[in-house]
């Protein structure tokens, strides 16, 4: 008898919503304060910071955990190397195609907006592996980590990194973790590797060894079940001080910068509980979004930024209000990145194993 998996919906749902989630923040980029590739000819420090902020704060952590959750499942059903291979398959080509094909628009896009060339793609292509992609604004072009594609290439090191770990097997889960995690995440921020996404490498390092070894458990469930109530309660006071504090005077070198990080770390651990506790209580069931959702969720997270830096370039300098702008944007983004999604991609092959689809016949299956 063959044996049966239960599918974690919350799971589906999270990665679904987060996926949305991290569409509007890029839009959201397009008119805050922050540096991003295209902005607009007018930013703004209100309402729109207060979002980019808070969604800033949980969206990337929560992707890197839910991926550590999945793992566990993964690992039930794979052996070695087809745990490898399917890395591989899923992340590894999916990176490949956006650094060479989907990346080098973005980056001459941004050169244009900054004044950095003044030619056609044609002529700017070859100029994309003339040094290494730093930063914004910077002098190099070859972005091997696919700009927002990054999360790709982070995600198949850590899955390849931590294998031997996962073989050691999973301990007994106790709610001592509930105030364990935030502290390494705290001690995280003494060790500086990376920043990307606004975290550096090791606090995500730490959030997907967490998925796999205690988030995944059931025991972890129970114990926020009991303990929700501290945690929305953290989570709306942190979020309110990180917050307030960033857009009133944010410390960069001091002994405050440390209590900032201490806050801020603080406002993501409890916010992730949060998004846990309500998609097990409230998103435990599939429908036919979530079927398509669960499938459109990497191709559209994989195409949406090209989409939004190409309509933001052109739009950028209109005498628009920014809420005009940004509803645009919105709107137009999505629906160009859906079009795209389900006429093309899905239909063709070829795309469906460029965007890390599974191949038709196999779609219907979990």
Same mark, same amino acid.
């Given at each position: 008898?063959?044996?049966?998996?239960?599918?974690?919906?919350?799971?589906?749902?999270?990665?679904?919503?987060?996926?949305?989630?991290? *569409?509007?923040?890029?839009?959201?980029?397009?008119?805050?304060? *922050? %540096?991003?590739?295209?902005?607009?000819?007018?930013?703004?420090?209100?309402?729109v910071l207060v979002f980019s902020l808070f969604v800033g704060a949980w969206i990337m952590p929560v992707f890197?955990?839910v991926s550590g959750i999945n793992i566990t499942y993964t690992l039930k059903k794979r052996t070695f190397t &087809?745990?490898?291979?399917?890395?591989?398959?899923?992340?590894?080509? %999916?990176?490949?195609?956006?650094?060479?094909?989907?990346? %080098?628009? &973005?980056?001459?896009?941004?050169?244009?907006?900054?004044?950095?060339?003044?030619?056609?793609?044609?002529?700017?292509?070859?100029?994309?592996?003339?040094?290494?992609?730093?930063?914004?604004?910077?002098?190099?072009?070859?972005?091997?980590?696919?700009?927002?594609?990054?999360?790709?290439?982070?995600?198949?090191?850590?899955?390849?990194?931590?294998?031997?770990?996962?073989?050691?097997?999973?301990?007994?889960?106790?709610?001592?973790?509930?105030v364990l995690l935030p502290l390494i995440l705290f001690a995280t921020g003494f060790i500086h590797t990376q920043?990307?996404?606004?975290?550096?490498?090791?606090?995500?390092?730490?959030?997907?060894?967490?998925?796999? *070894?205690?988030?995944?458990?059931?025991?972890?469930? &129970?114990?926020?079940?009991?303990?929700?109530?501290?945690?929305?309660?953290?989570?709306?006071?942190?979020?309110?001080?990180?917050?307030?504090?960033?857009?009133?005077?944010? %410390?960069?070198?001091?002994?405050?910068?440390?209590?900032?990080?201490?806050?801020?770390?603080?406002?993501?651990?409890?916010?992730?509980?949060?998004?846990?506790?309500?998609?097990?209580?409230?998103?435990?069931?599939?429908?036919?979004?979530?079927?398509?959702?669960?499938?459109?969720?990497?191709?559209?997270?994989?195409?949406?930024?090209?989409?939004?830096?190409?309509?933001?370039?052109?739009?950028?300098?209109?005498?628009?209000?920014?809420?005009?702008?940004?509803?645009?944007?919105?709107?137009?983004?999505?629906?160009?990145?859906?079009?795209?999604?389900?006429?093309?991609?899905?239909?063709?092959?070829?795309?469906?194993?460029?965007?890390?689809?599974?191949?038709?016949?196999?779609?219907?299956?979990?």
């Open positions: 008898m063959q044996k049966t998996f239960h599918r974690q919906y919350d799971l589906d749902w999270i990665r679904v919503i987060a996926t949305i989630g991290v *569409f509007l923040y890029h839009c959201s980029m397009f008119v805050n304060p *922050f %540096p991003w590739h295209v902005k607009n000819n007018v930013t703004e420090a209100g309402a890197f955990a &087809q745990y490898v291979k399917e890395r591989l398959k899923r992340l590894g080509i %999916p990176l490949l195609f956006g650094v060479f094909i989907l990346t %080098p628009p &973005q980056i001459y896009l941004e050169r244009l907006a900054n004044n950095q060339f003044h030619d056609s793609y044609f002529s700017f292509y070859p100029h994309f592996f003339e040094g290494v992609y730093l930063d914004f604004g910077g002098t190099g072009n070859f972005a091997f980590f696919g700009l927002h594609l990054w999360y790709l290439l982070v995600l198949l090191i850590f899955s390849l990194l931590a294998f031997p770990l996962f073989k050691i097997g999973k301990r007994n889960v106790q709610r001592i973790h509930f920043q990307l996404g606004g975290w550096d490498l090791i606090f995500y390092f730490v959030l997907f060894l967490y998925g796999y *070894f205690f988030l995944s458990n059931s025991a972890f469930k &129970q114990g926020l079940q009991a303990t929700i109530k501290l945690h929305i309660g953290i989570a709306l006071i942190t979020s309110i001080v990180y917050i307030t504090w960033f857009m009133i005077d944010y %410390p960069h070198h001091s002994a405050l910068a440390i209590l900032f990080f201490a806050v801020k770390t603080l406002n993501c651990w409890s916010l992730l509980l949060c998004i846990f506790y309500l998609a097990d209580k409230y998103l435990t069931d599939s429908n036919r979004f979530l079927t398509y959702g669960r499938e459109a969720s990497l191709p559209f997270y994989i195409l949406h930024q090209p989409i939004i830096l190409t309509i933001g370039y052109f739009i950028r300098n209109f005498e628009w209000g920014i809420p005009t702008k940004l509803i645009f944007l919105i709107t137009v983004s999505f629906v160009v990145i859906m079009l795209c999604y389900h006429f093309v991609i899905r239909q063709v092959p070829a795309l469906r194993f460029l965007f890390g689809m599974k191949r038709i016949h196999l779609r219907s299956g979990d």
